[in-house]
C-alpha cells in the first residue's frame, strides 16, 4: 500500500502533543489579542477554543486522546473555529436544522458503546469500544470536509486509520465492501422520533474495501484534541476526507463486510441525487446546485469566503488510483 | 367618519410595523454580526439570512392571499383596505431575498448568477415568480388602478401563478425533512382553492356564456 509522503514523516519530526498544546495556546492568546483590537469578525477562522482540553467525555479516553501524535497532516491549512466545527453539524438524528445536534445531542448516551462486526470475516462479534481502543495508537490530522451542500471546514480530527481496525477482523476474499451502520435509538435521537423525514433509519453508509483500507480513511474519536462532542458523532465516527460529508458516518454501532455493494441512505432516498461513490467533485454538479465552488466556513457576509472546489477535495495525489478506468459521471 | 377614518390610519401603522418587524430583527443582527458578534446567525450567516427572507415574502405573500378569503370565511372587510400594503411586503421581502441570494452566497459573481438561475429548476422558478412581482409592484398605485381600469384585475391575478411558483420553489428544495414545505404548499392550496369556490366557477362560466 502506497504511503502518502506527508503521513510518513520520521519520528523526529513528530510534533508532541504538548507542542501542539502551546501552539494551540499561542493561537489562542493571538487570537485573544486581535479580538481585543475589535477584528475577530475580519479574521474568522482564528483558533480560539478556549477550554481546558478533555473536559467531557469518558475518563478511560481522555489519556489516549490527549497522549495522540502529531502527524503534522494538513498543518498549512487554516482551521476552522472550535465552535463552528460543534455547532453547524449536519446530524440528522438530532434534527435538520444545522444548530439542532448540538443542542439536542445531550441525551446521546456514548459510554459504554460496543460494535457488532458481522459478515463477510474471520472475527465475527460484538466488541466493546474501550477493548477496541486499548492497543490502538491515536494520530491527530487535519482534513478539509467539503459538504455535499455547497460548504466546507477544516477540521483536526483524532483518530486511527479505519485500515488498522479493519485488519484485526481479518475480511475474507469475499468481502469487496464495508457497510456501517449509526445507531438506532429514538428514546435518545429525536430526529429518529420525526415523522416528517424521508430517511429510514438507521442510517447507513458503505465504502468499497479498498476505499476503506487507504491510509486517509480514519476513524475519528476526537477533534480539536477533545473527545469527539456528541453532535459530531462521538463516540467514534468515520472520516473520509475525499468524499462528500455524508459518507463520513456519525456514532458507529455496526461493521459488516459484504461481498455486494450495500445500499447507502442517501443513495435509497434520491437515487438520483446521491451515487455510491459521492466523491468530491466540481465537475458533476448535484441536480439541484453546482459542486464547482464551495464555502470555506466561516465565510462572512460581505467577504464570502467562495473557493473553487478540489476534485478529490484536493486529496488525488492519494486516492485518484482508486477510480482509474471510471468513469465518474456515471459512478458518482 | 372621522373616527373610523382614524382607525384605517392606527391600523395601518400597526400592521406596517409588524411587518417591518423581521425586517429590523435581521438589520439588527446585520449589524450586530458586522460590530463583531460572530456567533449570532452562526458560521454560515448569508445563508441564514436567505432562508429568513424567503421565509417572509412567503408568510406575507399567505397573508395577501389570505384577504379574501378572511372575507368570505370571517366576514372581515377591513384587511381588504391594506392589501396594497401587503402585496408591497411581498416584493419587499422577496427583493432582499433575491439580492441576500446574490450577494451572500454567490458574492455577485456573474456567471455563476446566470448558470444557477438557468440550470436549477427551483432558482428559475423562485426567480420567475420575482420577476412576476414587478409589474404587480408598479401598477400597484391607485393612478395605475385607474388607468388599466378592468384589466387591472386581471393583471393582478397573476399572484395566484407567484404563489404556485414559490411553493413549488420550496418543495423543490426537500431533502430530508418535507413538513415546513408541504405546509407552505398546502396552506397556498387552501388560499388559491377559495377562489375557486363553486359558485365562483359557475360565475365565470355564465359571464363568458
Known amino acids: ?332 | 367618519m372621522q373616527q373610523k377614518r382614524m382607525s384605517i390610519f392606527v391600523r395601518r401603522c400597526l400592521i406596517f410595523s409588524a411587518l417591518f418587524t423581521p425586517f429590523a430583527y435581521i438589520l439588527a443582527q446585520v449589524v450586530a454580526l458586522q460590530m463583531g458578534d460572530y456567533e449570532i446567525l452562526g458560521p454560515e450567516p448569508g445563508k441564514a439570512i436567505v432562508w429568513f427572507t424567503g421565509e417572509w415574502a412567503f408568510n406575507t405573500l399567505l397573508l395577501t392571499l389570505a384577504v379574501s378569503p378572511a372575507r368570505q370565511w370571517l366576514g372581515w372587510k377591513w384587511p381588504l383596505a391594506h392589501r396594497r400594503m401587503l402585496g408591497l411586503f411581498v416584493m419587499f421581502y422577496a427583493t432582499l431575498h433575491l439580492l441576500s441570494y446574490m450577494a451572500f452566497l454567490l458574492a455577485w459573481q456573474w456567471q455563476d448568477i446566470g448558470s444557477e438561475l438557468v440550470e436549477r429548476p427551483y432558482l428559475t422558478l423562485g426567480f420567475l415568480a420575482w420577476v412576476l412581482l414587478i409589474p404587480l409592484s408598479i401598477t400597484s398605485t391607485k393612478g395605475w388602478q385607474r388607468r388599466l381600469k378592468r384589466k387591472w384585475k386581471s393583471l393582478h391575478k397573476v399572484i395566484y401563478l407567484i404563489a404556485l411558483l414559490c411553493a413549488i420553489h420550496y418543495l423543490l428544495q426537500i431533502r430530508s425533512n418535507w413538513f415546513d414545505p408541504s405546509l407552505y404548499a398546502f396552506i397556498t392550496l387552501i388560499l388559491l382553492g377559495q377562489r375557486l369556490s363553486l359558485a365562483r366557477i359557475k360565475g365565470f362560466f355564465v359571464r363568458s356564456v
Open chain 1, 1 to 332: 500500500m502506497l504511503i502518502k509522503p506527508a503521513v510518513d514523516i520520521p519520528s523526529s519530526e513528530i510534533t508532541s502533543h504538548s507542542a501542539y498544546l502551546n501552539r494551540r495556546k499561542f493561537m489562542q492568546q493571538g487570537g485573544a489579542a486581535i479580538a481585543a483590537m475589535g477584528l475577530a469578525s475580519s479574521v474568522g477562522a482564528l483558533e480560539t477554543h478556549d477550554s481546558t482540553p478533555l473536559k467531557f467525555g469518558p475518563e478511560w479516553l481522555k489519556a489516549q486522546v490527549s497522549g495522540a501524535s502529531d502527524t503534522g497532516f494538513g498543518k498549512e491549512e487554516k482551521l476552522t473555529p472550535y465552535r463552528d466545527v460543534t455547532s453547524y453539524n449536519n446530524f440528522y438524528e438530532f434534527g435538520t436544522g444545522k444548530d439542532d445536534p448540538a443542542r439536542n445531542a445531550g441525551a446521546l448516551v456514548t459510554d459504554p458503546w460496543s460494535i457488532t462486526i458481522e459478515g463477510e470475516c474471520e472475527r465475527q462479534g460484538t466488541f466493546n469500544l474501550e477493548d477496541i481502543l486499548k492497543s490502538m495508537p491515536l494520530e491527530e490530522r487535519i482534513y478539509r470536509l467539503r459538504c455535499v451542500e455547497a460548504w466546507s471546514m477544516v477540521i483536526p480530527w483524532i483518530g486511527f486509520p479505519l485500515a488498522e481496525l479493519i485488519k484485526r477482523f481479518k475480511p475474507l476474499s469475499t468481502a469487496k465492501y464495508v457497510e456501517f451502520t449509526t445507531l438506532e435509538a429514538p428514546k435518545q435521537m429525536i430526529g429518529q422520533r420525526s415523522r416528517f423525514s424521508t430517511i429510514d433509519w438507521p442510517y447507513i453508509e458503505a465504502l468499497r474495501i479498498d476505499e476503506a483500507m487507504n491510509p486517509l480513511t480514519l476513524m475519528a474519536v476526537g477533534l480539536y484534541g477533545e473527545i469527539l462532542p456528541k453532535q459530531n458523532g462521538a463516540p467514534i465516527r468515520l472520516v473520509v476526507p475525499w468524499k462528500y460529508g455524508f459518507k463520513s458516518i456519525k456514532s458507529i454501532v455496526k461493521i459488516r463486510f459484504t461481498e455486494k455493494p450495500p445500499i447507502n441512505t442517501w443513495q435509497a432516498i434520491a437515487p438520483s441525487e446521491y451515487g455510491f461513490y459521492a466523491n468530491v467533485n466540481p465537475d458533476v454538479s448535484h441536480p439541484r446546485w453546482s459542486q464547482a465552488k464551495e464555502r470555506r466556513l466561516p465565510s462572512g457576509l460581505f467577504n464570502v469566503n467562495r473557493i473553487p472546489t478540489q476534485m478529490f477535495n484536493g486529496y488525488g495525489e492519494q486516492v485518484a488510483h482508486l477510480y482509474k478506468g471510471m468513469d465518474l459521471r456515471k459512478s458518482f
